[in-house]
Every structure is written in C-alpha cells, then in structure tokens.
C-alpha cells in the first residue's frame, strides 16, 4: 500500500539556521516522490521531484531533498532559512503504474522567527 | 504565460444551491485534477480527468460533478448533495502519468451562507 508521512505538523526555526521538514513513504513499486510548498490562500508550488535519478535532488530557493530508500525517507533541507520560507510544505508520492496514484502528505508548517 | 487560472477566487453558496468552479489551462496538458483542501489536512482528490471526455472519481466525489469536453478546460460543480461544501479548492494540471509532477491554481475558497 502507498502512503506518505509528514511527520512534524509544525516547524519553528530562526532566520539564518537550517530547516529539516521530515517525510516518510511507503510504497509498493518505484516510486516518485515531490515536494511542494503552498503559501497562504495560494497553490502549490513544486519545489522539487525525485524520479530515481540522482538521489539527492535540487530544487528551488535553495532547498534539496534527499531519497534514503532504505529508510524510505524524502526530506526536505535548506541550509539557512529565510523569512520568505514561511509557508506551509507537502511531501507527495506517486507510483508508476497505470491509472492515477498520487498521495499527499498532510503538510508540515513552516514558521520563521526574525 | 502558461499556467492555470481558477475562477471566482471566492463563492459563497445558499442552501441547495449548486455551484460551479472554473478552471482552464493553456500548458497543453493532458491530465486535470480536481481536490479539496480543509484547514490542517493534506489535499484530497476530488476528481480527476486523463483525457478529454473521460473523468475518474477520486477519494471523495460525492455531492460534486465534472465534465471534460475541451482539452483546457475541467469545469466542477458542488451540488447540494455535499453537505458540507466549505473549503478550499484546487485545480490542476500534469502532463499524462502519475508521475509527472503537477501544476496548480491559486485555488477558490467556497463558502455557505
């Protein structure tokens, strides 16, 4: 079974310090997996996807994730936050396969202190 | 510049009303996704279209509807079968495979009167 697990709701850091925003998968066949950040009253926005090219994956804004399939991890890094990273971010999985097999994370909230 | 524009930015809904969401794109895509988003919860699929005259329901369909006729265009109407209609509404789009990454809207907020 497919599945995808953000697992902070909520992540509080200062300018100028490194961001960690966690996502867990599972899934049953290779998989796709995306980050997308979302502003408020806004869509989303894709950040970055990892395909089963190169595992660690760069994306905009300074941010980049990492696939760990042995800990099936995706998590999304940026070195030093800005207070324009305030928003909240998705960790997205799909699965190649026929017909439509795309999860969406609940979303972990991102908040960035002056 | 390409993208996707969805249509009103609000709406507001009288009991037993149904409404109907806009949503159009000029990125030549195939695939068009229809999802609902409430406070503090992921995004959840609604409906989804692959190919023009053709549309899937997704997770939670009940009360809405869709219709596909023209390529940039995936119209949804919340009927008054959906009982609880506020949220917030996202539409988007992606070339055809699961895979491929997905473009949005900036998303209709629906409100009850």
């Known amino acids: 079974a497919q599945s995808v697990t953000q697992l902070d709701s909520h992540v509080s850091v200062s300018e100028g310090t490194p961001v960690l925003l966690r996502c867990n998968y599972s899934?049953?066949?290779?998989?796709?997996l995306f980050w997308y950040v979302q502003h408020p009253n806004k869509g989303l926005q894709l950040l970055l996807k990892?395909?089963?090219?190169?595992?660690l994956v760069k994306g905009i804004n300074g941010f980049e994730a990492e696939f760990k399939k042995s800990e099936t991890s995706f998590h999304l890094t940026k070195p030093s936050a800005h207070m324009s990273d305030a928003a909240e971010y998705f960790c997205?999985?799909?699965?190649?396969?026929?017909?439509?097999?795309?999860?969406f994370g609940a979303g972990t909230r991102l908040f960035v202190k002056a | 510049d390409g993208g996707i524009t969805q249509s009103p930015k609000y709406l507001f809904r009288k009991e037993g009303q149904n409404v109907t969401l806009s949503c159009e794109q000029n990125?030549?895509?195939?695939?068009m996704y229809w999802y609902r988003q409430d406070p503090g919860q992921g995004l959840r699929l609604i409906y989804y279209?692959?190919?023009?005259?053709?549309?899937q329901k997704g997770d939670i369909a009940e009360g809405y509807s869709v219709s596909r006729e023209k390529k940039e265009s995936f119209p949804l109407t919340v009927t008054s079968a959906q009982k609880n209609p506020t949220a917030f509404y996202l539409c988007?789009?992606?070339?055809?495979?699961?895979?491929?990454?997905?473009?949005f809207g900036d998303g209709t907020r629906l409100s009850i009167l």
């Open positions: 988007a789009s992606s070339s055809r495979g699961s895979y491929q990454p997905q473009h």
């Open positions: 899934s049953s066949y290779s998989p796709s």
């Open positions: 990892y395909t089963s090219a190169a595992t």
């Open positions: 997205v999985v799909s699965e190649r396969t026929g017909g439509f097999k795309t999860i």
């Open positions: 990125l030549n895509h195939d695939a």
């Open positions: 279209s692959q190919i023009v005259n053709d549309f």
